[in-house]
């Protein structure tokens, strides 16, 4: 079993920064891969970005390549997203979620809100 949880989120204006956090505990030793979804009202989910658990080799979606970085912690099982030059449309709820192997992504975080306005 792997807890997820994220923080970081926030309101902030156009233009801004902000980094977010997941935090992993429990079996951390068996996940693979850790990714960043988002999800605006009435949109369906997208993927964001995401790195793979024993490498620091991030890779994006070309909606935030540049803007968005992802780096790890690995002594405190921790992935960071960082976001730059933030968009009114980089507005929603965003997820991490893990997982093991080549297995689906089992295990999600509850979600942190970012809310950019114009």
């Known amino acids: 079993q792997v807890d997820l949880v994220e923080s970081g989120g926030g309101l902030v204006q156009a233009g801004d920064s902000l980094r977010l956090s997941c935090t992993a505990s429990?079996?951390?030793?068996?996940?693979?891969?850790v990714h960043w979804f988002r999800q605006a009202p009435g949109k369906a989910r997208e993927f964001v970005g995401g790195?793979?658990?024993?490498?620091?080799?991030?890779y994006y979606a070309d909606s935030v390549k540049g803007r968005f970085t992802i780096s790890k912690d690995n002594a405190n099982n921790t992935v960071f997203l960082q976001m730059t030059s933030l968009k009114p449309e980089d507005t929603g709820l965003y997820l991490c979620?893990?997982?093991?192997?080549?297995?689906?992504?089992?295990?999600w975080g509850q979600g942190t809100q970012v809310t950019v306005s114009s």
């Open positions: 979620a893990a997982k093991q192997g080549d297995g689906p992504f089992r295990y």
């Open positions: 790195t793979f658990w024993s490498s620091d080799t991030p």
């Open positions: 429990g079996r951390t030793f068996t996940l693979s891969a």
